[in-house]
């Protein structure tokens, strides 16, 4: 009798480990399936970024972007609370760098974290114009800091990897028809003289040849939030009273007195003006923003022949 109890105890025993290890590993189980189900927390300072953050990323990922509404200042932000938790949280950030935006530094040494992926547009644009911190107007800029932005996916998320690279070879194809567009723009209209109240533009005026006027010290300066040099205004003005140049080129978040008073003067001279943007357009995705300014960009340079 007591050899049966015995056996019996072994049994139970031996029912109770071996349940409780299928136990174990469903557990297990479940939670290897919620860890690979969990999308990467992103947190962008600009808009700009976290679109594309999100098209590289896809359903793996979650993106807030702090700087979304194209009708303020980005010059003027003041980081919150929310944000402040949003960067506390955030496995990838995302910010433009080069002096653009170091409120973003603040965040984050409010929340430091070692697991935390930190990337700067700006250091890593391979193609940079001097004193001018505004490289995702640059394509070749946005399309080597869309590699590294993929590579850091891959490293918090390894299970994905190819569906991150699958992403990346979508989105450099995506930028073809803004290249393509800027081509056709050289090819018919370089060195045609234009105005720019600000620095913002010159990462695609540039490229394209186009002969900007517009003193340097002036632009830098609106770039910079600061009053221009009074000769510098002078020359501006004077080369639209003088119709100097076929278009004038304003970023409509940075409105000054200064560069109101040189739209009104261009439409006086009836000299087309184009605006643009520092952060993107609600609804757009960042390729439709910059081929929607080029397009608008080519249609200005046609009235002005």
């Known amino acids: 009798m007591a050899g049966e109890r015995r056996t019996l105890a072994w049994l139970i025993l031996a029912f109770a480990i071996l349940f409780s290890g299928a136990a174990c590993g469903s557990n297990a189980s479940t939670n290897s399936a919620a860890s690979s189900t969990t999308a990467?927390?992103?947190?962008?300072?600009?808009?700009?970024?976290?679109?594309?953050?999100?098209?590289?990323?896809?359903?793996?990922?979650?993106?807030?972007?702090?700087?979304?509404?194209?009708?303020?200042?980005?010059?003027?932000?003041?980081?919150?609370?929310?944000n402040a938790e949003a960067v506390a949280d955030a496995r990838l950030v995302i910010a433009n760098?080069?002096?653009?935006?170091?409120?973003?530094?603040?965040?984050?040494?409010?929340?430091?974290?070692?697991?935390?992926?930190?990337?700067?547009?700006?250091?890593?644009?391979?193609?940079?114009?001097?004193?001018?911190?505004?490289?995702?107007?640059?394509?070749?800029?946005?399309?080597?800091?869309?590699?590294?932005?993929?590579?850091?996916?891959?490293?918090?998320?390894?299970?994905?990897?190819?569906?991150?690279?699958?992403?990346?070879?979508?989105?450099?194809?995506?930028?073809?028809?803004?290249?393509?567009?800027?081509?056709?723009?050289?090819?018919?209209?370089?060195?045609?003289?234009?105005?720019?109240?600000?620095?913002?533009?010159?990462?695609?005026a540039v490229p394209m040849g186009l002969n900007v006027l517009t003193p340097a010290d002036f632009q830098k300066a609106i770039a910079e939030g600061n009053d221009p040099p009074a000769d510098s205004v002078i020359a501006a003005q004077d080369q639209i009273t003088r119709r100097q140049i076929k278009v004038l080129i304003y970023n409509e978040q940075t409105i000054t007195p200064v560069t109101t008073k040189l739209q009104n003067a261009a439409r006086a001279q009836h000299i087309p003006i184009m605006p643009v943007t520092e952060t993107m357009p609600s609804g757009k995705t960042y390729q439709q923003w910059m081929l929607d300014q080029l397009n608008t960009l080519e249609q200005s340079l046609a009235q002005s022949k």
């Open 40 to 82: 990467i927390p992103v947190v962008a300072a600009e808009n700009f970024y976290g679109n594309i953050v999100q098209q590289l990323g896809g359903k793996r990922v979650t993106v807030t972007s702090i700087l979304s509404d194209p009708n303020v200042d980005p010059h003027e932000y003041e980081s919150s609370v929310r």
């Open 97 to 204: 760098g080069g002096g653009y935006d170091d409120w973003m530094d603040k965040l984050l040494s409010a929340s430091p974290s070692s697991s935390r992926i930190v990337l700067k547009g700006f250091d890593l644009a391979p193609h940079k114009l001097p004193d001018n911190e505004h490289v995702w107007y640059s394509i070749d800029d946005i399309e080597s800091i869309a590699r590294v932005i993929t590579g850091s996916l891959t490293r918090l998320d390894p299970g994905h990897t190819a569906d991150f690279e699958r992403n990346l070879r979508t989105f450099t194809r995506s930028l073809k028809p803004i290249q393509q567009k800027m081509g056709a723009i050289q090819a018919r209209y370089a060195g045609t003289p234009i105005g720019l109240t600000e620095t913002i533009y010159l990462y695609q």
